[in-house]
């Protein structure tokens, strides 16, 4: 079957490809939007599920064919929850997120933090099958390491490890991260729903 994921960064559908991979998940051809097609939701959703569920009923729109999306973020504790759903835009580059929010927890002890991803799953009727959302859990470190990932990785130390996101391989990442996770119960609802090969 071929689902269409919504997003325009070729690199999500990469990652969505490479995990798909590493969990042996066959019978399934992730695809990209075109370009063409323009894609270009308004996010303006309250929380990761809705914003997911606004993402892939406009790729659904736009090919109705079965569309995946999905929507994540970093949650600070001692930050009640931000940056959230503001992750991508909490400052203007990536480094300047990550001093913000180095900044704004200064020397706060409780470092407890979240990586969130919400997943939908829309059929081409445009009717949402299945949502769901992974969690990785951890803590954010005083400084940055690591050179692999994006966003908040350097600064994103994994629970039970004493490495941050920024220093494990891609697929270490993708073994833990709150998108493998996330989408592994995505894969077990495809198989079972489709009958595809486990
Ligand atoms: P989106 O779901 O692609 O809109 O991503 C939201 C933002 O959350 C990204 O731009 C990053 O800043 C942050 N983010 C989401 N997932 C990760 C991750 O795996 N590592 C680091 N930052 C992430």
Redesign the pocket.
Known sequence: MKIIIATQ?PH?VEEINEIARLFKIEGVEFLPIEKSLNFNPIENGKTFEENSIIKAKEANKLTKEYTLA?????CVEALDGAPGIH??RYADTPQE?IDKLLSNLKNNQNRKAK?V?AMTLINPKGEVIFKTQGECKGEIAYTQSGTH?????PV?IVENTNKT?ADMTEDEKNKI???SRALQKVFDYIQKEFNLPM
Do not use: I
């Open positions: 960064n999500k999905d929507d994540s973020g970093l992750s991508a997120r990586f991803c990932g994006f966003g908040y990785d994103f996101m991260s709150h998108r």
